[in-house]
């Protein structure tokens, strides 16, 4: 089966007057701040936190501190869910709903729920905005099935997208590895299911909806989707209907390995993917290695634009979002791009395009180490947040482990306003990242139990939970 592309290489509460960015680091200093009584414009003082906790921003955990400006530091504020079954799991993606509830998606090893097969099932968990778990649901073949993306509808209808090497119910092996799109209601119970091959290896890494509640899944095949085989590994979308009839294809690659790990929608529905591409798609410039890249279909699938960028090295793009009238794709490259400088090894990237496909600028930051940007998301007052991984301390972090969680936040302009860090002595590596009321919910997997809570077995789920300030 082909393997999920890894470089592995190694509400803000206002509670006096005045503004508040307390995502941690020193602020401009106050009068009088530092006589350990808060009054004015300040917040805390010193141990003085004036009776405030980390349940007043919206988490169960952690430890409230003053910065040297008198000013909430938010840093040490977080809580977190873990979950397993002895053996592997994870959660891979992560979205939201209208109403605030947290959905995530993954794959278990073990019995989580009454209905495991055999070696790995998908898995699906939904959450209150509290991180209450709701309903839990765990399914699959008699073989192994992993879930990689989810998306949820206006209505309330979850779609879930991943890999199988069996056949689902009411569905057929259609040889190797077929992706599948299953669909829930939003208590839980699945409409139908559908799978999706070729006689070789089909990934399917992402799903998201259009407006007229039709859905697009997006992966990569070494087989025939729709036309012909460009290369090795192409690139696949396929389009179904609300009530899961397949209704058209797409596929497009290069002399190279080429794959979608990521789609989303345009609010004028266009679909938008994004990975990495092991030669020219759409006639782009192609560097060396892999490159980033972002394509742009309508609603049927036909190709409007590619674009490529890179740096003759491993340049991969993990996610692609919309937020109005830009495109952010978060990914990972060994040098500098756009004319950014490379800390030293694998840095995170977070490059914006217009709908139109015009670049407009790119940020590039990390350790000294390896880091990896794996998932962006956005607040309702024009914050951008970015997840992943890194080997080493990030600036105004910490570092814990092998593999540690970081979390950054951006302004409009892609200047990092602060990065926080989590994590075990072991690997940790979060997936995906959702912001709910300016609480960031962050979901990925660990072979260690964060912050003391109960490891289940060699690998678990988790789901972290941080506020985020405006």
Same mark, same amino acid.
């Given at each position: 089966?082909?393997?999920?592309?890894?470089?592995?290489?190694?509400?803000?509460?206002?509670?006096?007057?005045?503004?508040?960015?307390?995502?941690?680091?020193?602020?401009?200093?106050?009068?009088?701040?530092?006589?350990?009584?808060?009054?004015?414009?300040?917040?805390?003082?010193?141990?003085?936190?004036?009776?405030?906790?980390?349940?007043?921003?919206?988490?169960?955990?952690?430890?409230?501190?003053?910065?040297?400006?008198?000013?909430?530091?938010?840093?040490?504020?977080?809580?977190?869910?873990?979950?397993?079954?002895?053996?592997?799991?994870?959660?891979?993606?992560?979205?939201?709903?209208?109403?605030?509830?947290?959905?995530?998606?993954?794959?278990?090893?073990?019995?989580?729920?009454?209905?495991?097969?055999?070696?790995?099932?998908?898995?699906?968990? $939904?959450?209150?905005?509290?991180?209450?778990?709701?309903?839990?649901?765990?399914?699959?073949?008699?073989?192994?099935?992993?879930?990689?993306?989810?998306?949820?509808?206006?209505?309330?209808?979850?779609?879930?997208?991943?890999?199988?090497?069996?056949?689902?119910?009411?569905?057929?092996?259609?040889?190797?590895?077929?992706?599948?799109?299953?669909?829930?209601?939003?208590?839980?119970?699945?409409?139908?299911?559908?799978?999706?091959?070729?006689?070789?290896?089909?990934?399917?890494?992402?799903?998201?909806?259009?407006?007229?509640?039709?859905?697009?899944?997006?992966?990569?095949?070494?087989?025939?989707?729709?036309?012909?085989?460009?290369?090795?590994?192409?690139?696949?979308?396929?389009?179904?209907?609300?009530?899961?009839?397949?209704?058209?294809?797409?596929?497009?690659?290069?002399?190279?390995?080429?794959?979608?790990?990521?789609?989303?929608?345009?609010?004028?529905?266009?679909?938008?993917?994004?990975?990495?591409?092991?030669?020219?798609?759409?006639?782009?410039?192609?560097?060396?290695?892999?490159?980033?890249?972002?394509?742009?279909?309508?609603?049927?699938?036909?190709?409007?634009?590619?674009?490529?960028?890179?740096?003759?090295?491993?340049?991969?793009?993990?996610?692609?979002?919309?937020?109005?009238?830009?495109?952010?794709?978060?990914?990972?490259?060994?040098?500098?791009?756009?004319?950014?400088?490379?800390?030293?090894?694998?840095?995170?990237?977070?490059?914006?395009?217009?709908?139109?496909?015009?670049?407009?600028?790119?940020?590039?930051?990390?350790?000294?180490?390896?880091?990896?940007?794996?998932?962006?998301?956005?607040?309702?007052?024009?914050?951008?947040?970015?997840?992943?991984?890194?080997?080493?301390?990030?600036?105004?972090?910490?570092?814990?482990?092998?593999?540690?969680?970081?979390?950054? $936040?951006?302004?409009?302009?892609?200047?990092?306003?602060?990065?926080?860090?989590?994590?075990?002595?072991?690997?940790?590596?979060?997936?995906?990242?959702?912001?709910?009321?300016?609480?960031?919910?962050?979901?990925?997997?660990?072979?260690?139990?964060?912050?003391?809570?109960?490891?289940?077995?060699?690998?678990?789920?988790?789901?972290?939970?941080?506020?985020?300030?405006?």
């Amino acid at each position: 089966m082909l393997k999920r592309f890894v470089l592995v290489v190694a509400g803000c509460l206002l509670m006096l007057s005045g503004g508040c960015d307390t995502g941690g680091g020193a602020t401009a200093p106050i009068e009088d701040c530092g006589d350990g009584r808060v009054d004015g414009s300040e917040q805390c003082d010193g141990v003085n936190l004036d009776l405030a906790v980390c349940e007043d921003f919206g988490v169960a955990g952690g430890a409230l501190r003053c910065d040297e400006g008198c000013r909430f530091d938010l840093r040490g504020c977080y809580d977190v869910t873990q979950f397993g079954t002895g053996g592997e799991d994870e959660a891979t993606g992560i979205a939201v709903d209208s109403g605030g509830n947290i959905y995530v998606v993954g794959s278990a090893s073990g019995m989580l729920e009454e209905g495991f097969r055999v070696e790995s099932d998908w898995l699906l968990a $939904k959450y209150d905005s509290t991180g209450t778990l709701l309903w839990r649901r765990q399914g699959g073949s008699s073989a192994k099935d992993y879930g990689r993306g989810v998306a949820v509808s206006p209505e309330g209808l979850i779609y879930i997208t991943g890999t199988t090497l069996g056949a689902l119910a009411d569905n057929d092996s259609l040889g190797g590895s077929d992706g599948f799109l299953i669909a829930f209601s939003d208590d839980g119970i699945l409409r139908w299911q559908r799978q999706f091959g070729t006689p070789g290896e089909e990934e399917s890494n992402g799903v998201a909806l259009l407006g007229d509640g039709s859905v697009v899944v997006a992966g990569s095949t070494t087989g025939v989707i729709s036309g012909a085989n460009e290369g090795g590994v192409d690139i696949f979308l396929v389009g179904y209907s609300e009530n899961g009839t397949p209704v058209w294809s797409q596929q497009m690659g290069s002399p190279g390995d080429d794959a979608a790990l990521s789609v989303a929608v345009t609010g004028e529905d266009s679909i938008v993917i994004a990975g990495y591409a092991g030669g020219s798609l759409g006639g782009e410039p192609y560097m060396d290695g892999a490159d980033m890249f972002l394509g742009c279909f309508g609603a049927w699938g036909d190709v409007r634009w590619v674009r490529m960028w890179g740096n003759y090295s491993q340049d991969v793009a993990n996610a692609v979002r919309v937020r109005g009238e830009q495109i952010f794709v978060a990914g990972t490259s060994d040098r500098g791009i756009d004319n950014n400088p490379s800390e030293k090894e694998w840095d995170a990237v977070l490059s914006t395009f217009s709908l139109q496909g015009e670049k407009l600028w790119t940020a590039q930051w990390g350790s000294k180490q390896s880091d990896i940007a794996f998932d962006v998301g956005f607040d309702d007052a024009g914050g951008i947040y970015v997840v992943g991984s890194t080997d080493g301390p990030i600036e105004g972090a910490s570092v814990y482990g092998l593999d540690d969680i970081f979390l950054s $936040k951006l302004d409009g302009e892609g200047k990092v306003l602060w990065n926080r860090q989590w994590g075990t002595n072991n690997v940790d590596r979060p997936w995906g990242v959702a912001i709910v009321d300016q609480v960031a919910y962050i979901a990925g997997f660990t072979y260690f139990m964060i912050d003391g809570v109960t490891h289940f077995g060699y690998k678990d789920a988790f789901m972290l939970r941080t506020p985020v300030p405006r």
